[in-house]
Structure formats: structure tokens, C-alpha cells
């Protein structure tokens, strides 16, 4: 079955560091491959997004390419904001039909001033 | 209103109680789903419903657990007999239908069983 493999965490960075957050997945198919961001407090919300085989997603200095080759969709940031801080979620949906996502196990990222 | 509603945002019952959580989906969406997420995880996919049919409850973990959408709006997951290892926060999130439509969550209902 379909599956997503997410770094563990916690991850711990300074201000302005350069960030990666791995993810790999199995699947079937073509699946549109999500990231979704969980600020303290609140819900999930949808942090970029790819459909298909090298496409870029990108939003608010965050990016992350869907590399079929690889099976991965790494998460990167040149320099992390303290406001950055969050549980980061991995996500698969099939590429036909209703997009159920597949979740990764979260990887909770903290930046230090 | 503007996002999806869940509620209540807290729940604390104990041991073979019933309990019901509800969630407004975001105006004119007619995908519905229903997550579970334990503590430290990722959520898990609980059950689909395209605006009143449910197309998909695969994730449900066990016959105690039940969810509806009479009228193809609001959604309730009723969860019969509790036992501990239901508690968790329980996510709804709704998208418009299409494909590759993002799904917009709600803050969740926290379930704490005793």
C-alpha cells in the first residue's frame, strides 16, 4: 500500500540556518505529494503542494521537488524564521479519484533565535 | 463561516461511554473526510464522503465507530463504547471535489478516554 517516510525529529536549528526535512514514499501510480505545516495551537494547514514528476512546489521560502527517480520530496529553506517553529507533515494522495492523504509521521521543527 | 468547524474542540469521557463529534464543512465543499490523529503521529484516514454517500470507510477501525452526512453538509462521527485507545484528536477536512483540490482542516476534536 501507499506510504510516507518522514525524518524523524525533533529537529533543532538556529536562526537563518538552512533547513532539509526528508521525505520518501511507495506508492502506486502517480501521487500528488503534499506538505501541510501545524503551528502550536492551531490546524493543519496546506504549506505546497506538487502533482507531478519535477514539479516544484513552493510558498514562503519553503520548496520541495517531486523526484520520481528517488521517490522523495524533500522539504527545504535557505534560512529559517523562529516563526518557522511547527510540526511539518509529509502527504500522499492518489493521483485518481478522492485524494485520501497518506501522512507521514511528522517531523517537529524548532528554530532558536 | 470561512473554515472548517469542529466541535467540541475537547472531549473527556470515560471507558464504554458514547460520544458524537461534529464538524461544518467550509460552504459549498462536497468532500468530507474524517482523520485520526494519535499523539506524536501522522493522521490516518478514518472515512470519505462525497457530499451525502459514503464512498469510502475503509480506515474505520472497528464497527463501534460510525460516521454520517444526512443531508451532505454537516458530518458527525459517533464512536460507540469507547475504550482508551480512541483517544486522539479527530480531524475533518473538506475540499471542493476536484482532483488535486487541496483539503482545508479543522482545528480537530481532542478525545481523551478515562
Known amino acids: 500500500g501507499n506510504s510516507v517516510t518522514q525524518m524523524e525529529g525533533p529537529v533543532t536549528l538556529s536562526e537563518e540556518a538552512f533547513l532539509t526535512i526528508n521525505c520518501t514514499y511507495t506508492a502506486t501510480g502517480y501521487p500528488s505529494l503534499f506538505w501541510y505545516v501545524q503551528y502550536p495551537g492551531e490546524g493543519l494547514q496546506l504549506l505546497l503542494k506538487a502533482t507531478k514528476a519535477d514539479d516544484k512546489g513552493s510558498n514562503k521560502g519553503f520548496e520541495a521537488t517531486y523526484r520520481k527517480e528517488t521517490t522523495s520530496f524533500h522539504l527545504e529553506k535557505g534560512s529559517v524564521q523562529v516563526s518557522d517553529s511547527a510540526v511539518y507533515f509529509c502527504?500522499?494522495?492518489?493521483?485518481?479519484?478522492?485524494?485520501?492523504?497518506?501522512f507521514g509521521q511528522g517531523t517537529r521543527l524548532t528554530i532558536n533565535p | 463561516g470561512a473554515g472548517v468547524s469542529q466541535s467540541p474542540r475537547y472531549k473527556v469521557a470515560k471507558r464504554g461511554q458514547d460520544v458524537a463529534l461534529r464538524c461544518d464543512p467550509i460552504?459549498?465543499?462536497?468532500?468530507l473526510f474524517w482523520y485520526q490523529q494519535a499523539l506524536g503521529q501522522g493522521p490516518e484516514f478514518l472515512t470519505y464522503?462525497?457530499?451525502?454517500?459514503?464512498?469510502?470507510k475503509s480506515g474505520l477501525p472497528s464497527d463501534r465507530f460510525f460516521a454520517e452526512r444526512p443531508e451532505g453538509s454537516v458530518s458527525t462521527l459517533k464512536i460507540q463504547r469507547t475504550q482508551q485507545e480512541d483517544s486522539a484528536v479527530y480531524l475533518c477536512?473538506?475540499?471542493?471535489?476536484?482532483?488535486?483540490?487541496?483539503?482545508?482542516f479543522g482545528d480537530g476534536t481532542r478525545l481523551s478516554i478515562l
Open positions: 460552504s459549498g465543499h462536497v468532500s
Open positions: 502527504a500522499l494522495g492518489r493521483s485518481q479519484g478522492a485524494q485520501k492523504l497518506v
Open positions: 464522503f462525497q457530499n451525502e454517500a459514503q464512498l469510502d
Open positions: 477536512a473538506t475540499t471542493g471535489g476536484f482532483l488535486n483540490q487541496p483539503q482545508h
